[in-house]
């Protein structure tokens, strides 16, 4: 094999199993930090001696085996670790001499991957530091690939990481997953930063891709990790799994041939993806029969199954969706969510009634740099044949937003209300 093809070889084995192997890592020394550090230097190990001796069978087991002498020869130097050296003395040997209980041992990631999950997710860090790090050791992502992602520079990804690998020693944050009441609070940050990976993928804040598939597939993996671990029973992780499943589902109808964005009412329903739908919906079904009060995650996954389950969009249940909206309001008012129900119940009811509710939003504080309450305004206005208000509204939405593509598709919509002023005053 030669050198260029073994690098793109381990490039790909190290997204596949660098979460793996820090979360190995990370229960036997319990410091992800130093847990990283040795899986970098099993992977520099790689680069040294797979182009010339070649990819090994197993390339993870190997990296956990190089990893963990690296952890031996660390803990050596450390005399109040003599205990634990012991024991990963005796774990090590065992593995060098039965290959089989090594790759046993490297494919019972449950407990692990999900330790590792809960710890870099902790609601001591903050939430940028809890996205970086998340991506960091379970994306398998380089500071430079998160930097580009969220459009910030690598300096300062690379601070936030290196933050919170620091506070999660300083404030000794345990390397597992909680039980009893502490389970709930911090589940529900696991789920916002994974939420927040994967609506940044699929509708990127800023810069000129209107997606980025890879932080989807990212987030969607993490959710799939969580629904398939102990936490099965929790209704809201397989709601947020059966949300991200839906909505990933369209990715493909979502972008028009250059890249620009096809909104949801216009898109080409032959292209939405049926196999991500049925698991969507799959999950959402086991959500629902864990019973309870629907979280905020099902509820919006409910939300999402009314349009996957409408052939087309005059079938949509929008009478249905406004319902759904008003009872998410209920369990976590927000304006956003006031605003999406607005749209609903324009589609239900009318453009007039939508108006009505969208107005009464204007002078909420929280909306007035959120260019999606001004695009909202502009589109009634274009139903109520109001185009020279509505052109005003879209060129506003057009000055907020930080996405290139969305700007342009916004500029685009406000020259049509002037066209069509034109036409009607001629």
């Known amino acids: 094999m030669a050198a260029s093809e073994t690098h793109r070889a381990i490039e790909a084995v190290w997204r596949i199993e660098s979460a793996r192997l820090i979360a190995g890592l990370a229960?036997?020394?319990?410091?992800?930090?130093?847990?990283?550090?040795?899986?970098?230097?099993?992977?520099?190990?790689?680069?040294?001696?797979?182009?010339?001796?070649?990819?090994?069978?197993?390339?993870?087991?190997?990296?956990?085996?190089?990893?963990k002498r690296r952890a031996i020869d660390q803990l050596r130097r450390k005399e109040r670790?003599?205990?634990?050296?012991?024991?990963?003395?005796?774990?090590?040997?065992?593995?060098?001499?039965?290959?089989?209980?090594?790759?046993?041992?490297?494919?019972?990631?449950?407990?692990?991957?999900?330790?590792?999950?809960?710890?870099a997710c902790h609601p001591v860090l903050s939430t940028e530091a809890r996205v970086a790090l998340t991506l960091r050791l379970l994306g398998g992502l380089t500071t430079d690939e998160i930097a580009r992602a969220f459009l910030v520079s690598e300096s300062t990804v690379a601070q936030r990481i290196v933050r919170a690998k620091r506070t999660l020693a300083t404030k000794r944050v345990p390397f597992e997953v909680p039980e009893g009441p502490e389970l709930a609070d911090r589940l529900s940050s696991v789920l916002e930063v994974i939420y927040l990976i994967f609506n940044e993928g699929y509708?990127?804040?800023?810069g000129d891709d209107w997606m980025?598939?890879?932080l989807c597939e990212d987030a969607l993996r993490l959710g799939r990790i969580l629904a398939a671990s102990t936490l099965e029973k929790e209704p809201e992780v397989h709601g947020l799994v059966a949300l991200m499943e839906i909505q990933a589902s369209r990715s493909r109808a979502r972008v028009g041939p250059t890249g620009e964005p096809i909104l949801l009412l216009d898109q080409d329903r032959t292209r939405w993806d049926q196999l991500l739908i049925r698991r969507g919906l799959a999950a959402l079904e086991r959500a629902e029969a864990l019973g309870g009060t629907p979280g905020p995650y099902t509820l919006q996954?409910?939300?999402?199954?009314?349009?996957?389950?409408?052939?087309?969009?005059?079938?949509?249940?929008w009478v249905r969706i406004a319902a759904l909206y008003e009872a998410l309001n209920q369990l976590a008012p927000s304006p956003v969510v006031q605003l999406n129900r607005a749209v609903a119940v324009s589609m239900a009811f009318g453009a007039t009634e939508g108006l009505e509710l969208v107005d009464d939003l204007t002078s909420e504080p929280s909306l007035q740099a959120y260019h999606y309450l001004p695009s909202v305004r502009g589109d009634l206005l274009v139903k109520l044949g109001r185009h020279a208000e509505a052109r005003e509204e879209f060129e506003?939405?057009?000055?907020?937003?930080?996405?290139?593509?969305?700007?342009?598709?916004?500029l685009e919509r406000a020259a049509a209300c002037v066209a069509e002023s034109t036409a009607r005053s001629s």
């Open 27 to 67: 229960r036997m020394v319990r410091d992800v930090g130093l847990a990283e550090e040795l899986a970098q230097d099993a992977l520099v190990a790689a680069l040294e001696q797979w182009p010339a001796s070649g990819v090994p069978d197993n390339p993870g087991a190997w990296l956990m085996a190089i990893a």
């Open 81 to 119: 670790f003599n205990r634990k050296l012991e024991q990963l003395g005796h774990e090590q040997t065992q593995q060098e001499t039965a290959a089989p209980e090594l790759d046993a041992a490297v494919d019972d990631l449950g407990d692990d991957l999900l330790s590792l999950v809960f710890t």
């Open 203 to 206: 509708s990127a804040t800023a």
């Open 212 to 214: 980025r598939p890879a």
């Open 301 to 317: 996954a409910a939300l999402a199954a009314c349009h996957a389950r409408a052939r087309t969009a005059q079938e949509t249940d």
């Open 396 to 410: 506003r939405a057009a000055s907020l937003t930080r996405n290139g593509r969305e700007r342009a598709l916004l």
